[in-house]
């Protein structure tokens, strides 16, 4: 790796590939190559009809990866996701079916219409890469990678995620409505046949289990990491929040700083990677107190005045 501050040229064909079918959401994707990088599940919050899940299925096919879909619904059971054992009356015997957990990439769309225990099946696989099934532990296939969207908890018949989930996520973001002039670029390349059509693989497993372990190796050096963890204590103490990051997420954070170095071409990670990531690492992992809540601030707005706070390391 050189040491310029410019897009990683091993993954601008992903990106092109990306941006060829979600339009005018290039931070998105950025976010999303960085996450695949660190080896992070995805949690996609937002409305519906705003490209959610094809995003997902645009990085799936990008990568060859195999991709499986659930529609997370009220009445889905953790046996629908990580799979059970079936009966055969002829051998008397009982055969593993596999659930649809064992693949490389898992869209879970909708997540928040499921209940929480069904929610709960994805919480060893996030954070372990294993499902453990009737007493028996499954390793899933490498890469793995979650990616789960969800409507605002408003919305009718909704589950909030619980602490431990949100905690599992790398990052969150949310797409948004496009600009009316990309708005109209998409009308456009919908006309004729989906943009998902057109696209191809430009990068495949190998190289992806190889990319992710060079990002391991991104230095990372000890005033980062104790800026690092400056940011997380503050969160703890912070008498607006109910609860502060956890050490998971400070490891998250760090993790996605290496990624984010390495998209950048740069094998040693700076203030700034970690300044980029934190906005999508950290909000989602913090909880506002009732009085905070009903003063109207949000988490993001809440962490950046903490970061703010904070002295970058020269």
């Not at 009445?75 to 015997?93: K, Q, R």
Request: hydrophobic share 40%; charged share 20%.
């Amino acid at each position: 790796m050189t040491t310029t501050h410019t897009e990683n040229l091993r993954l601008a064909p992903l990106k092109e590939n990306l941006q060829n079918v979600i339009y005018g959401k290039g931070d998105c994707i950025d976010v999303m190559i960085v996450a695949l990088l660190a080896g992070g599940s995805v949690l996609i919050e937002d409305v519906p009809g705003v490209g959610k899940t094809t995003l997902a299925k645009a990085l799936a096919k990008s990568l060859d990866a195999k991709f499986h879909r659930i529609q997370f619904t009220p009445d889905l059971l953790p046996a629908d996701i990580l799979g059970s054992s079936i009966y055969n009356p002829v051998s008397g015997d009982f055969r593993f079916e596999a659930g649809p957990i064992f693949c490389n990439i898992l869209l879970a769309d909708e997540i928040n219409r499921a209940s929480p225990r069904t929610q709960s099946a994805l919480l060893e696989a996030m954070n372990e890469s294993q499902v453990t099934i009737e007493g028996q532990r499954r390793p899933l296939a490498q890469p793995f990678l979650v990616i789960a969207t969800e409507n605002p908890i408003e919305f009718h018949g909704t589950y909030p995620l619980p602490e431990a989930q949100l905690d599992r996520f790398l990052v969150r973001l949310a797409l948004g409505y496009p600009a009316a002039d990309v708005e109209v670029d998409i009308l456009k390349a919908h006309a004729r046949n989906h943009p998902l059509d057109r696209i191809g693989p430009v990068l495949d497993l190998e190289q992806v289990r190889q990319v992710q372990q060079e990002v391991t190796n991104v230095h990372v050096d000890d005033s980062i990491l104790e800026y690092i963890v400056e940011i997380v204590h503050a969160t703890r103490s912070d008498n607006r929040l109910g609860l502060g990051i956890s050490t998971r997420g400070s490891l998250m954070l760090s993790r996605a700083a290496q990624a984010h170095a390495y998209y950048e071409s740069r094998d040693y990670v700076i203030p700034d990677d970690v300044l980029w990531c934190a906005p999508h690492v950290l909000p989602h992992r913090v909880i506002l107190t009732s009085k905070t809540r009903y003063s109207g601030a949000g988490t993001k707005q809440i962490v950046s005045d903490i970061i703010s706070r904070i002295k970058v390391p020269v």
